[in-house]
C-alpha cells in the first residue's frame, strides 16, 4: 500500500478584516484576495519559502459588503493584471492593483451580486446576480444578458471552451452557449451555492441541501459527497484531483474519490474555499479570518498558534451551536421559567448547560413541564421561526416606519389577532391606534388562518365591550341573554368546567444565579480563612472543586436519570447550612433548594430525616430565626417549596406541614414582593398535597393562609393568582366546600376570610376576573 498523504495543517491566519470573509480569490502565482462583510477586499502576499502572508493592499470602494472576488489576468488595460469583485451594492467593481484604484465600475445588476469569475480565453467578466440575471462584461460594457432562472443566480463559472454553467437558487444548474440555455441540470433539493469545474471530467456543485456533487456536463450525476450537516457555500477542486468544500456547519472538507480523507473544524461557518498553485488550502471564516492550510511540515504554524486555534474551536461548539436557527448562548436561561405561559401547549426553549431544552405550558397547573433536549438536524436554521427562544408559526419583521428599526412580531395559528395585537402594540411602546391595522396585517400574512381556525366566538372587545369583527369571519347571530329564553330546570346542575382550578401539579423554583451563588460562598469563605476565629469555617480548595462539581451536575438536568452525588458532598453543604453563621447562609439554601431537585438528593434529606437528623428542617428553621433577615426568608422558603418535587420528600412535607406553615407565616406581611411570591406558592403546593393525602386538618389550615394572601390589598398579582388557585383547589372538591361553609366553627371567619371564600366560590368559572 502507498503511503496516506499528509493532513492539512494550520499554516497561517490572515488577520486584518473586522467581519466576516465572504469571498476568496487566488492568482495563478498564489496571491489571494479576500472579499469581506466589512465592505473591504484585501491583497495578501507571501515571499517564496515563506510560512506567513502578510497584508499587502487594502482595496476600499464598495459601500456594502462585499461577497465575492476574482484574478483578471494581464491585459492591454490591466498590464500587471487587475481583480474584480462584487457585494451586495449591487455594483461589479474592476480594481488596478498597482495603485490600488478602482478601475471599472459596472453598473447594470438590480440586486445584489453573488458571484464573480473571468472568462479565461478573452477576459470578459461573468456576473451573477439576486435578481436572477448573469452579465458578460466586456470593456466594461455588456454585451450579453443571460435570463432564465427561476430564482436568484448564486454561482457562475467559465468552461475552457467559452460556454457558462450557472447555479441558482431555483434548485437547478444551467449550461449556456452565448445567451441561450442549452441544457437545465436537476438533482439538488435547495439552492446550488457553488460551482467549480473538475478538469476532464466535469463540474462540482456545493448546494443548501448540504450535499457536493460531481456532475457531468451531460447532466448525469456521477458522485454525492455527503458528510456536511448544514448549507454547503462552497466548492473548489485542484490539478491533484481533490475537492473542497466550505460549509455553515463550520468544516473544510477535503474529499478524495468521493470519500471525505479530512474535516477541518474552523471557529465559525466557511463562506469559500480555494486552492493554491501548490496545493494548499485557503478558507474564509466568519470570524473575519482568512486561513492558509497546508501538508508541507516545514511550513506549520508554530504549535503555541495552533494550541490557541484549537483551543478557539472548541469554545465555538458552545457559542455557535444553535437550536430552532438561535445560538444556544443567546438562548434565556432557566430564569425565563419563572414567568408564566400565555396558553396551554406554548413551548419556550431555555439555555441548561451548553443544550437547549424545551418547556411546555401546562395551563391546568399552571407550570412549565420539560419536554427534553433540542437537537437542530441539518439546515435547521434557514426553517426557524423563533423569537427569544419561543418557537412559533410565524415570526414577522414588522416596519413602523420614522426610520426607526423594524420590529419582531411573533404569531401562533389559533392565536386570536386581537388578542396577539393588543399585546404587541403594549410590549413595543406603541398606540392602540394601530390595533386594526395589526390585526389586517396578521391575517393577510397567514392566508386568513387566524379568522377561520383561530377565533374566539366568545371574545370581548376590550375597547368596545362587543364581538370583535374578524375580516373573513362569518356573521355570528346575538347571542340572547339568559332571561330571553328560559333554560329547563334539572335535578342535576351541570358541572362547571373551571380554567384553572383544581390545581393538579405542583409550582417550583427551578432557576439559579449558579455564578452569583459561587461568588458569595466564594466571598464569605475568603472573610473566615483571614479570621483566626472562623478559619474553620472557610472552604479549602478541595471544597471547592466539590461546589463546582455540584453544580456542573446541577446545571445537566437532562441527566438527572443518570447522575448522582458523592457523600462528601452533602457532608459539606451540611456543614455550610448548620455551622456557617445565620447571616452567611442563604448562599448555602440556594444551592439547597436547587439540589432538592435532584431525585438522589431528595432521597438522600428524606432517608437523613428518617434517622433523627434532619438537616432540611434544622436548616429551615435556623434560616426563619431572630433576626429575620429578607435573603434567609426567601432562599428558605424556597427550600421548602422545592421539597415538593420528588415523592421522597412528599411524606416529609406532610409530616412537617403545621410547623413549616408557622415558621413562615410572617411572610404575609413582608414588604418583599419575592418572599410573599415563596410562601404563597409554598402554600399552592400544600393545598395540592392536603387534597391528595385527604388532610382535612391540612386543608383547613392552608385556606387560612390562602385567604390571608388573598386580600384585596396583595398589590402583586402573581402573588394573589397564586393564592387564588390555592382557594379555588380548596373550595372545588365537596370535602372542602363544607369547610368553607363551616368557617366559623373552626374559629377561622374573619370578615376578610368570609367574602373572599364567597367571591371565589361565585366566580369559579373564571378565577381568572378576579385578576382584573
Avoid at 493584471?81 to 451586495?88: K, Q
Avoid at 406541614?657 to 402554600?683: P, Q, Y
Amino acid at each position: 500500500m502507498g503511503e496516506e498523504s499528509p493532513q492539512y495543517t494550520l499554516r497561517c491566519q490572515l488577520f486584518g478584516h473586522e467581519e466576516d470573509v465572504r469571498g476568496l480569490g487566488v492568482s495563478h502565482d498564489g496571491v489571494i484576495a479576500t472579499g469581506s462583510r466589512d465592505k473591504s477586499v484585501r491583497i495578501w502576499n507571501s515571499k517564496e519559502g515563506e510560512r506567513e502572508y502578510n497584508l499587502d493592499k487594502t482595496l476600499v470602494g464598495h459601500t456594502n459588503f462585499v461577497g465575492t472576488v476574482a484574478w483578471i489576468p494581464p491585459n492591454e488595460a490591466l498590464p500587471a493584471g487587475g481583480l474584480v469583485s462584487g457585494g451586495m451594492d449591487t455594483r461589479v467593481l474592476v480594481w488596478d492593483l498597482e495603485n490600488a484604484s478602482i478601475a471599472k465600475d459596472l453598473k447594470g445588476h438590480k440586486l445584489q451580486v453573488s458571484n464573480v469569475a473571468v472568462v479565461d480565453s478573452n477576459g470578459d467578466i461573468l456576473s451573477a446576480s439576486v435578481d436572477s440575471t448573469v452579465r458578460r462584461w466586456r470593456n466594461g460594457k455588456v454585451v450579453e444578458v443571460l435570463e432564465g432562472h427561476e430564482g436568484p443566480v448564486q454561482a457562475v463559472i467559465s468552461l475552457p471552451n467559452g460556454d457558462v454553467v450557472t447555479g441558482s437558487s431555483d434548485t437547478t444548474m444551467r449550461l449556456w452557449r452565448g445567451s441561450a440555455c442549452i441544457s437545465t441540470i436537476r438533482g439538488h433539493t435547495d439552492t446550488v451555492r457553488g460551482l467549480t469545474l473538475m478538469p476532464n471530467v466535469g463540474i462540482v456543485s456545493a448546494s443548501h441541501d448540504g450535499s457536493v456533487r460531481l456532475w457531468a456536463l451531460s447532466g448525469e450525476q456521477l458522485l454525492e459527497f455527503v458528510g456536511h450537516t448544514a448549507i454547503v457555500y462552497s466548492v473548489a477542486s485542484h490539478s491533484s484531483g481533490d475537492i473542497a468544500s466550505g460549509s455553515e456547519d463550520g468544516f473544510a472538507k477535503i474529499w478524495r474519490g468521493g470519500v471525505c480523507v479530512q474535516s477541518i473544524e474552523h471557529p465559525g461557518c466557511v463562506w469559500d474555499v480555494a486552492f493554491l498553485p501548490n496545493g494548499d488550502l485557503v478558507t474564509a471564516c466568519s470570524d473575519g479570518v482568512a486561513r492558509v492550510w497546508t501538508r508541507e511540515k516545514k511550513l506549520y504554524a508554530p504549535a503555541e498558534e495552533m494550541e490557541a486555534f484549537v483551543s478557539l474551536v472548541s469554545s465555538r461548539k458552545t457559542a455557535a451551536k444553535t437550536v430552532g436557527g438561535v445560538k444556544v448562548e443567546d438562548l434565556p436561561g432557566v430564569e425565563a421559567l419563572e414567568e408564566p405561559g400565555t396558553k396551554n401547549g406554548q413551548t419556550r426553549i431555555v439555555r441548561e448547560g451548553t443544550s437547549g431544552v424545551a418547556y411546555s405550558w401546562n395551563l391546568n397547573e399552571y407550570k412549565w413541564e420539560k419536554v427534553g433536549e433540542v437537537v437542530d438536524g441539518p439546515g435547521n436554521s434557514a426553517e426557524a421561526k423563533t423569537l427569544h427562544g419561543v418557537t412559533y408559526d410565524y415570526v414577522f419583521d414588522v416596519d413602523i416606519g420614522d426610520g426607526l428599526p423594524t420590529r419582531k412580531l411573533p404569531y401562533n395559528v389559533g392565536d386570536n389577532p386581537y388578542d396577539i395585537a393588543d399585546k404587541w402594540l403594549e410590549d413595543e411602546g406603541l398606540s392602540p391606534g394601530y390595533r386594526q391595522q395589526v390585526v389586517e396585517f396578521i391575517l393577510q400574512n397567514t392566508g386568513n388562518a387566524a379568522a377561520t381556525t383561530g377565533f374566539d366566538p366568545n371574545y370581548v372587545d376590550p375597547y368596545t365591550g362587543a364581538n370583535a369583527y374578524v375580516p373573513g369571519q362569518q356573521a355570528r347571530q346575538p347571542q340572547t341573554s339568559r332571561s330571553a329564553a328560559p333554560t329547563p330546570v334539572t335535578s342535576t346542575p351541570s358541572t362547571p368546567v373551571y380554567k384553572h382550578v383544581p390545581m393538579k401539579g405542583m409550582l417550583f423554583f427551578d432557576t439559579a444565579q449558579f455564578e452569583g451563588i459561587t461568588k458569595k460562598l466564594t466571598e464569605f469563605s475568603a472573610a473566615w480563612a483571614a479570621e483566626e476565629a472562623h478559619k474553620e469555617l472557610a472552604l479549602s480548595q478541595a471544597d471547592t472543586s466539590r461546589i463546582q462539581a455540584m453544580i456542573a451536575t446541577l446545571k445537566e438536568t437532562s441527566r438527572y436519570h443518570a447522575s448522582s452525588f458523592a457523600d462528601v458532598d452533602f457532608k459539606l453543604l451540611t456543614k455550610m447550612a448548620l455551622q456557617w453563621p445565620v447571616e452567611n447562609i442563604f448562599p448555602v439554601l440556594d444551592l439547597m433548594r436547587m439540589m432538592l431537585l435532584h431525585p438522589q438528593c431528595a432521597a438522600h434529606f428524606a432517608n437523613e430525616a428518617t434517622t433523627g437528623n434532619d438537616v432540611l428542617l434544622e436548616a429551615l428553621r435556623r434560616a426563619t430565626g431572630e433576626p429575620v433577615l429578607i435573603p434567609n426568608l426567601l432562599t428558605s422558603a424556597r427550600v421548602a417549596v422545592n421539597a415538593f418535587k420528588n415523592s421522597a420528600l412528599r411524606n416529609w412535607s406532610a409530616k412537617n406541614r403545621s410547623e413549616i406553615l408557622d415558621l413562615f407565616s410572617g411572610c404575609c406581611s413582608s414588604m418583599n414582593k419575592n418572599v410573599r411570591l415563596a410562601f404563597v406558592t409554598l402554600v399552592l403546593n400544600y393545598s395540592v398535597l392536603s387534597l391528595e393525602n385527604k388532610d382535612e386538618e391540612g386543608q383547613i389550615q392552608v385556606l387560612s393562609a390562602a385567604v390571608e394572601m388573598a386580600d384585596a390589598q396583595e398589590a402583586d398579582v402573581e402573588v394573589r393568582f397564586r393564592a387564588l388557585v390555592a382557594l379555588g383547589t380548596l373550595i372545588h372538591t365537596g370535602s372542602v366546600k363544607n369547610v368553607a361553609v363551616d368557617l366559623d366553627a373552626r374559629s377561622l371567619a374573619t370578615s376578610a376570610c368570609k367574602s373572599s371564600v364567597a367571591k371565589v366560590a361565585e366566580v369559579g368559572k373564571d378565577i381568572d376576573n378576579l385578576l382584573k
